[in-house]
């Protein structure tokens, strides 16, 4: 899988099974996990199966304003806790199966994963301090 680099913008080829290696970039060695991974339909298939690390997943389209702006929200909480969980986006218009498959109704939906089953799921833009609070409950049972 392809991952761009946060810092310096270049794409680094991850194998999925190192995704919990607190993989760096080739050439700047900024951590790869601190910024969201794009998904698509095969690769988010992979990541569910391949992660050792809790998953969160921004499932979103390009038309919806509340997701647009939750974007930067969930940017940043990667930012933090990237290398702890690890932040997907998937487009659920350009990937109607995945959305069909995990029977998404509204976006933006959070859902997060822990060994590649759904442990939890909320709908609607959050506020910083309500998804770090969400995500430092599942980060707290590990």
């Not at 761009?4 to 993989?23: Q, T, V």
Request: glycine share 4%; hydrophobic share 40%; net charge positive.
């Amino acid at each position: 899988m392809l991952v761009k680099c946060p810092r310096c913008h270049k794409f680094n080829r991850l194998p999925l099974d190192r995704l919990s290696e607190k993989p760096v970039c080739g050439a700047c060695k900024e951590s790869l996990l601190t910024s969201p991974i794009d998904a698509d339909q095969v690769s988010f298939q992979e990541i569910l199966k391949a992660s050792k690390l809790p998953v969160i997943v921004d499932f979103w389209a390009p038309w919806c304003g509340p997701c647009k702006m939750f974007a930067p929200t969930f940017a940043a909480s990667a930012k933090i806790n990237g290398e702890k969980l690890l932040y997907v986006k998937l487009d659920t218009e350009a990937n109607p199966s995945i959305g069909q498959k995990f029977n998404i109704r509204s976006i933006p939906t959070l859902a997060i994963f822990k060994d590649g089953a759904e442990v939890e799921r909320i709908s609607g833009a959050l506020p910083p301090a309500q998804l770090e609070k969400l995500i430092s409950t599942h980060l707290s049972s590990l």
